[in-house]
């Protein structure tokens, strides 16, 4: 199947600064990303949408100033965690959709970052 | 989307297939259903997708019941690196985005 990198794999930053998650489509073109945050023993809950050159849509109680989205190409996406707290510590995840002819639309995730803020 | 209900958790014996269930009783007529697995401390992984008809690829086989109202993932000889936690999902169209519910946690033994 395609492949969704994402990077770093884990990090640990201290409480108050920011740390920004990349999402990159390795061999596809993603119009759309989509990011996910995973707590212990919980499922993934989708944060919000990430459509190249416009806006990201957030879910509901998702904080988008907090939880910054940017999708300036086809295969990259990024997530930035503003002034970092410790309950922000997570499981990050991002997928891509795959628009190729033969793919079936079908969605790819990445391996996932790990998150600990001190 | 639609919900979907799958038993908390089942066990496999390694070599055997697992069978894992899944009902979308309400499902709607444009809704694919979707199996993904996630291994621990791993992003998920897709397995397989299907509409209408039963399908098949390399990791698994997928049953829709004719009246689409429920589904099974048959891992046609399950290993200890199946051990996962597997979400049936429901979505509009294929390649909309994905709501994950609590999925099944497949534990397969020696």
């Known amino acids: 199947g395609a492949v969704v990198s994402q990077h770093p794999s884990w990090v640990i930053c201290k409480s108050g600064t920011s740390v920004k998650i990349e999402c990159r489509s390795l061999d596809f073109q993603a119009t759309t990303m989509f990011w996910y945050r995973q707590f212990p023993k919980q499922s993934l809950m989708l944060m919000a949408t990430s459509n190249e050159g416009s806006k990201a849509t957030y879910e509901q109680g998702v904080e988008k100033d907090k939880f910054l989205i940017n999708h300036a190409s086809l295969t990259l996406s990024t997530l930035t965690v503003t002034s970092a707290h410790p309950e922000d510590s997570s499981f990050y995840i991002c997928?891509?959709?795959?628009?190729?002819?033969?793919?079936?639309?079908?969605?790819?995730f990445g391996e996932g970052s790990w998150l600990t803020v001190v | 989307d639609a919900k979907t209900t799958q038993p908390t958790s089942m066990d496999c014996a390694e070599g055997r297939a697992a069978n894992l269930p899944c009902n979308h009783s309400t499902i709607s007529g444009n809704e694919y259903v979707y199996w993904y697995r996630q291994i621990h401390s791993q992003g998920p992984q897709y397995i397989i997708h299907g509409l209408k008809n039963n399908e098949t690829n390399e990791m698994a086989s997928l049953i829709i019941t004719e009246d689409r109202k429920s589904s099974t993932l048959i891992l046609p000889h399950a290993t200890l690196r199946d051990t996962a936690v597997y979400y049936c999902i429901l979505t509009l169209g294929a390649g909309n985005m994905l709501t994950f519910g609590g999925g099944t946690r497949l534990m397969v033994k020696p």
């Open positions: 997928s891509a959709r795959d628009l190729g002819w033969d793919s079936g639309n079908t969605i790819y």
